[in-house]
């Protein structure tokens, strides 16, 4: 009975995979992927290890990637070489470094691989310390792109410690100041993080409505609010009255729909490091970049379906930490948390889902 079962664990997985992969050329966007509790039966193939410099990074070159005929329809007349400031185009901003590289890699394979016009898609990438011009060109020699440079003292000074690391590393702020980096007649963006891929659409998280609100995102308001900051936050009404008239809720900020030309005229990047000044001097959170964003925004956000943003799954390295997919239709999957899908495939101690990012990593020499 034991090998029956053993079986049955990974071919639940071995479907959750086959049902996402990018070697099926058609399929609609998922509607109830959910993971099982598969042990370290599940094994992957181990990928190169982790590069110390961009120098020693190595990604395939991605299949080519083309409009279906109904873009060409839409937008006839119309340059294939479009600018920046084209108004039919998608806008996707995403930062790049060498520790999450290979992550964003895979998140822009999967929003090509699921998007009717690919070619309609311009993406902005963020950096802060390395040339990754060249090699984001050899992965994807069409894509349309544009590299752009994040000073990281911009925030040095107003950066505090936090829980982990990780979060305290310049770059997570520069979504930040995506109205001082892009040019201005980008109106809207929709931002991502580097861990995570998309397996919808992308033109329909671009469509949606943000009413009256700047940002749009999807939120959790069962999610305990007050955790998010300290007590001498919630017992200091200088800080927690301004949530006054307001009923806050969590909402993850790797994920969000921005309106560029709102955020700028109502200055928000500003209102944002009034905040970080707060939290040098005073000590109301403990997380990195996220408590600004709800300080400024909860409460204020357009909601967007839970679908776009499956988070939570990254969680730990611990052994027997996976997660499981919130219920409800999937479009994107995202690893926030310290356990990264890549990290836990090389060490050939993956998670069940970690199998559902595999399909897009480009990271390594061609078979």
Request: charged residues 20%; hydrophobic residues 40%.
């Amino acid at each position: 009975m034991l090998w029956i079962m053993r079986f049955s664990g990974f071919f639940s997985a071995a479907m959750v995979m086959i049902i996402l992969s990018p070697s099926l050329q058609s399929f609609p966007p998922a509607e109830a992927i959910r993971s099982s509790h598969v042990d370290s039966y599940l094994r992957l193939p181990a990928h190169m290890p982790p590069a110390g410099t961009v120098d020693r990074f190595s990604f395939r070159r991605a299949a080519p990637f083309h409009n279906a005929n109904e873009c060409n329809s839409n937008h006839s007349g119309i340059s294939r070489d479009r600018s920046v400031c084209d108004p039919s185009l998608v806008h996707v901003a995403i930062t790049l470094d060498v520790e999450y590289l290979r992550g964003s890699i895979a998140a822009v394979h999967s929003i090509l691989h699921h998007s009717l016009c690919p070619e309609n898609i311009f993406f902005h990438f963020i950096v802060s310390d390395t040339n990754l011009e060249s090699l984001v060109k050899s992965t994807f020699p069409h894509l349309k792109f544009k590299v752009y440079y994040f000073d990281p003292k911009i925030v040095r000074n107003l950066i505090s410690t936090s829980v982990r690391q990780a979060l305290e590393q310049p770059l997570n702020y520069a979504r930040n100041y995506l109205v001082d980096l892009l040019e201005p007649c980008v109106r809207r963006v929709i931002y991502l993080d580097s861990d995570l891929v998309v397996v919808d659409d992308i033109s329909n998280l671009w469509s949606t409505s943000l009413g009256s609100r700047t940002i749009g995102a999807p939120e959790y308001c069962h999610a305990n609010f007050t955790k998010y900051f300290m007590a001498g936050f919630w017992s200091d009404k200088r800080f927690s009255g301004t949530f006054a008239g307001r009923k806050p809720c969590y909402f993850n900020t790797g994920v969000m729909v921005i309106d560029l030309f709102k955020w700028r005229r109502l200055g928000y990047t500003k209102r944002i490091e009034r905040w970080m000044e707060v939290q040098k001097s005073d000590r109301i959170y403990e997380l990195g970049s996220l408590p600004p964003f709800l300080l400024v925004f909860a409460g204020r956000v357009a909601p967007i379906e839970h679908k776009w943003n499956q988070h939570g799954l990254g969680g730990d390295n611990v052994r027997g930490s996976c997660r499981d997919l919130h219920p409800g239709p999937v479009s994107l999957l995202h690893w926030s948390g310290s356990g990264k899908p890549w990290d836990r495939l090389d060490s050939k101690r993956p998670c069940p889902l970690d199998a559902l990012w595999a399909p897009y990593d480009l990271y390594g020499h061609a078979q």
